[in-house]
């Protein structure tokens, strides 16, 4: 059973962009909207991290490393939470992947982000 469906990884250069997007199938949308949704990303070798969350409302906080270059984003009509990326870093890449800010939904496979030198 799939819960969360994240897509928009891929290739990019150092000081490229991308745009991540995540899809919540089995969350009836009065579940959805009320919850602060996030992106996490895990980078190998390390924990996996917070990078931005956004409340009901629109409401966005961003980790220290991305402030001012990445920007989050929802659509409540489609179950959906965005992440577009810009002047990404090599050492961002990763696999990103989307959840409630409590961690609430299984956790699916995320979307693989690299980003070259």
């Known amino acids: 059973q799939v819960h969360v469906v994240e897509s928009g990884g891929g290739l990019a250069q150092a000081g490229g962009s991308l745009r991540l997007s995540c899809k919540f199938p089995r969350m009836i949308t009065s579940t959805f909207n009320p919850l602060t949704m996030a992106w996490y990303r895990q980078v190998p070798g390390k924990e996996r991290e917070l990078v931005a969350s956004i409340g009901s409302r629109g409401e966005a906080d961003y980790g220290d490393s991305v402030k001012g270059r990445f920007s989050i984003s929802r659509d409540n009509s489609r179950k959906s939470v965005y992440l577009q990326m810009n002047s990404l870093e090599p050492e961002e890449t990763g696999v990103y992947y989307c959840?409630?800010?409590?961690?609430?939904?299984?956790w699916g496979r995320g979307t693989q982000v690299t980003v070259s030198s």
């Open positions: 959840n409630t800010l409590s961690n609430s939904v299984t």
